[in-house]
């Protein structure tokens, strides 16, 4: 499976902005979908994931702010952010795991089997 991330750009604080991850060379209708996110000097943490039936996981840093979303037909997720704060600055990576993952395990960036390239979100006035 490989991963395209894109979406990616510079705005400034409260605005919005949809990134967006193709995948190809495999149908991810089944998969878990998940972003995470890595600002310059920190690890990478985990935003949001959605299951193949439409569940969905926010870091609490995401929640009321993000939404993720999926488009099977399309081999698409997608992330809309909004009210975008400086802290959210980070490179933006996407990345998919085979099945239906259990919640315990949904943030863990080890339970992911494919990554894309990532997209760089700078949210600065």
């Known amino acids: 499976v490989q991963l395209q991330a894109s979406g990616g750009g510079l705005v400034q604080p409260g605005a919005s902005l949809r990134l967006s991850c193709a995948a190809s060379g495999r149908t991810v209708r089944s998969n878990t979908m998940a972003w995470f996110r890595q600002a310059p000097g920190k690890e990478r943490e985990f935003v949001s994931a959605?299951?193949?039936?439409?569940?969905?996981s926010y870091a609490d840093s995401a929640k009321g702010r993000f939404t993720i979303s999926r488009d099977n037909a399309k081999n698409m997720v997608s992330l809309q952010m909004n009210s975008l704060k400086p802290e959210d600055t980070a490179v933006y990576y996407c990345?998919?795991?085979?099945?239906?993952?259990?919640?315990?395990?949904?943030?863990?960036?080890?339970?992911?089997?494919?990554w894309g390239q990532g997209t760089l979100v700078t949210v600065s006035s």
């Open positions: 990345a998919t795991a085979y099945g239906r993952i259990i919640t315990s395990r949904l943030s863990g960036a080890g339970t992911y089997d494919y």
């Open positions: 959605i299951r193949s039936d439409g569940s969905t």
